[in-house]
């Protein structure tokens, strides 16, 4: 089975610099690997995904993540973090199941953005 | 459209009582999912569905967790009879089967029980 591990379950960054969130996967078959991102009382909502092709994968709000097969990772970065930033953050891995396709996902990890 | 629609928002209930979670997916959808999320163990796929049949139920946790999805428009979540340890938040999430396609999740169901 397809599993993910995000390294770090808080992240605490200053307003302008790098943020940078880990995940690494398991899978047997070439993944298809997601970035969730959750703000307080809300649901999940996309910023990013990777199915085939480029392994530079851009999203939205200016994040941005890179498939490397090499290191079984998928780790989402923004140059520049902004205090809106702030919520939880979840990568995910889709596991083909019986008709359907389903996501598994890390533990998240909470950023945290410094005035 | 509207997206997920999950009901109710918020809902707390004594120990024992019957607890039932709703859900409307986004039109069109085929497969449809319930997950569960606590602090203690993050975002767990209790059961999910395709073409309104269930597919793989291993995650629900114990016989007192029941779905059912009698339509492609809507799908309950039921906890019967509800324990403490049931708290948390229960969210639907759809998606079209076929091409890789992410899940659209709904706003969540947040469950204390008292």
């Known amino acids: 089975a397809q599993s993910v591990t995000q390294l770090g379950s808080h992240v605490s960054v200053s307003e302008g610099a790098l943020v940078l969130l880990r995940c690494n996967y398991s899978?047997?078959?070439?993944?298809?690997l997601f970035w969730y991102v959750q703000y307080p009382n809300q649901g999940l909502q996309l910023l990013l995904k990777?199915?085939?092709?480029?392994?530079l994968v851009k999203g939205i709000n200016g994040f941005e993540a890179e498939f490397k097969k090499s290191e079984t990772s998928f780790h989402l970065t923004k140059p520049s973090a902004h205090m809106s930033d702030a919520a939880e953050y979840f990568c995910a891995v889709s596991e083909e199941g019986r008709g359907a396709q389903k996501l598994v996902f890390g533990q998240g990890t909470r950023l945290t953005i410094n005035p | 459209d509207a997206g997920v629609i999950q009901s109710p928002r918020h809902e707390v209930t004594e120990m024992g009582q019957e607890v039932t979670l709703r859900c409307k997916p986004i039109?069109?959808?085929?497969?449809l999912f319930w997950y569960r999320q606590t602090m203690m163990r993050g975002l767990e796929l209790l059961i999910y569905f395709n073409n309104n049949v269930p597919i793989d139920d291993s995650g629900m946790p114990e016989d007192r967790f029941s779905a059912k999805m009698p339509n492609a428009s809507f799908s309950t979540l039921k906890i019967q009879p509800s324990e403490p340890r049931d708290s948390a938040v229960y969210f639907c999430?759809?998606?079209?089967?076929?091409?890789?396609?992410?899940?659209?999740f709904g706003q969540g169901t947040r469950l204390t029980v008292v």
């Open positions: 899978s047997s078959v070439p993944p298809y």
């Open positions: 999430a759809s998606s079209l089967k076929g091409a890789v396609t992410e899940a659209f």
């Open positions: 990777y199915t085939t092709g480029a392994t």
């Open positions: 039109s069109g959808h085929n497969s």
